[in-house]
């Protein structure tokens, strides 16, 4: 066990030291692609990025460390790129979100010291449903208020912040702790619609009225990527406690209800589907798909290995530090560039699928799942709108994106994720030396 453990630290280390020259490097680059010339503060930033980057790696190597050595490395990668791509986008948002990022990483320090065993937050599941349907009201009460027209925001004295996030991490642990208390009665068929069989409506009732009210007050707030998330979440989420295809047959069937709603009852809906199918047309190239049209172009103009860094021009797609910063990435590195991106964001999700399969404790695996599903049904509604796999809707792209709200998240769940190994690990490796103490000399 000493020996798995160390070997883990020192790949882990050495990745750690490797990603932030990389960072460094990229700032470096991006400097000299802009201006032509160094960044005068390029050393400060390679001691404050290697600096937090050896916070979060002590504090593994202290509260987790029999986790895998390449969780916190591949989400270290992700944050440096997408905080050299803001800087040199919008200089003026560079010290906010690098006050984002040590507050992020302070996050994960934190949930690896006060999360000492992710089952035990099974107990507090019905706390969870209740702070996650508090959080997603925030934005309806007199601290709340509308940008670019969706009520997704609150603001507190300086401090303006998208309690959703919160609320989405509430709603994962609510899901994880009540299917695994109620997984049994949930497999079971007791009640007939159509050619389907069901559980028990009692045992179904509060998962469908707590996802409910997730959904309806997601489509008030006129922020429709959340709730294509949370659903699918769920879906994935029941699907794995029960091991019952009929819940994703009825989930996809009323997700097609529920377009099919969204796009006839909705007004801000219909236009995002005639945009996503025909962006080209005259009377919405400058209006409505002007953002995913000047898009279309950057990728274009990347081509396979992209303009460089720093030499593109992907400002003149609006609120390209958010929701559209995969654009400057693929214009500036390329197709390559993109791609290596979606690899690690693979990797990542790989990561926690793998210790899904691996878990034996039931919370422990749905949690890994959850974990898996969230991020990377984010990535898949980002980068599928973008590139017009998807309509587009607007969220952020994890540990990449703007945003202090999701970059905190995001860091708490990687927290969880640790955590998760962590035990794992540790419990294979106890068991295979038990075996191994019960064989005869």
């Keep these: 066990m000493t020996e798995l453990r160390s070997l883990r630290r020192r790949v882990e280390l050495g990745l750690i030291v490797l990603i932030a020259i990389i960072t460094a490097s990229a700032y470096a680059l991006a400097g000299l692609g802009a201006s032509a010339s160094l ?60 006050t984002w990022t040590a507050i992020g990483i302070g996050a994960f320090v934190a949930t690896l010291v006060l999360v000492r065993r992710p089952r035990d937050l099974q107990r507090y599941r019905y706390t969870f449903l209740l702070a996650g349907l508090v959080l997603l009201i925030l934005p309806f009460t007199p601290i709340g208020f509308a940008n670019l027209g969706a009520q997704i925001w609150v603001r507190l004295g300086p401090l303006t912040f998208q309690p959703g996030e919160l609320a989405k991490l509430a709603m994962l642990l609510f899901f994880a702790g009540y299917l695994v208390e109620n997984r049994e009665l949930l497999s079971v068929s007791t ?98 798909a002007y953002q995913i049209v000047q898009s279309t172009y950057a990728l274009a103009q990347g081509g396979l290995t992209g303009t460089g860094l720093g030499l593109g ?78 309509p587009l809707t607007g969220i952020a792209l994890p540990f990449v994106s703007y945003g202090g709200s999701s970059l905190i998240v995001n860091y708490v769940l990687l927290g969880l994720l640790l955590r998760l190994s962590h035990d794992v690990t540790t419990r294979q490796l106890r068991k295979v030396e038990a075996e191994a103490a019960a064989v005869p000399a």
């Design 39 to 98: 960044p005068a503060d390029l050393l400060p930033f390679l001691g404050i990025v290697l600096g937090l980057l050896l916070v979060a790696h002590l504090a593994v190597r202290r509260f987790a460390p029999n986790a895998d050595g390449l969780i916190l490395p591949l989400a270290a990668l992700l944050n440096g790129l997408g905080y050299v791509f803001i800087a040199r986008l919008d200089n003026d948002l560079a010290a906010p979100q690098a």
């Design 191 to 288: 009640f007939r619609i159509g050619p389907l069989m069901l559980p028990d409506p009692k045992r179904l009732g509060p998962l469908i009225l707590a996802l409910g009210a997730a959904l309806f007050i997601f489509v008030q707030q006129n922020d429709l990527g959340p709730s294509l998330m949370i659903f699918t979440v769920f879906l994935v989420m029941i699907w794995v406690a029960t091991e019952r295809l009929s819940y994703l047959v009825l989930g996809s069937g009323l997700f097609v209800v529920g377009a099919y709603l969204a796009y006839t009852q909705f007004a801000h809906v219909a236009p995002r589907f005639e945009v996503w199918l025909d962006p080209w047309r005259p009377e919405v190239i400058r209006g409505e």
């Design 313 to 390: 021009n992907p400002e003149r797609v609006p609120v390209v530090t958010t929701d559209f910063i995969f654009t400057a990435i693929g214009e500036e590195l390329g197709l390559v560039g993109a791609t290596a991106v979606l690899i690690t964001f693979l990797l990542l999700v790989g990561s926690a699928l793998r210790l899904a399969v691996v878990a034996e404790h039931p919370y422990d695996k749905l949690l890994a799942v959850g974990i898996a599903t969230l991020i990377a049904t984010q990535v898949f509604i980002i980068v599928g709108g973008i590139t017009r796999v998807l």
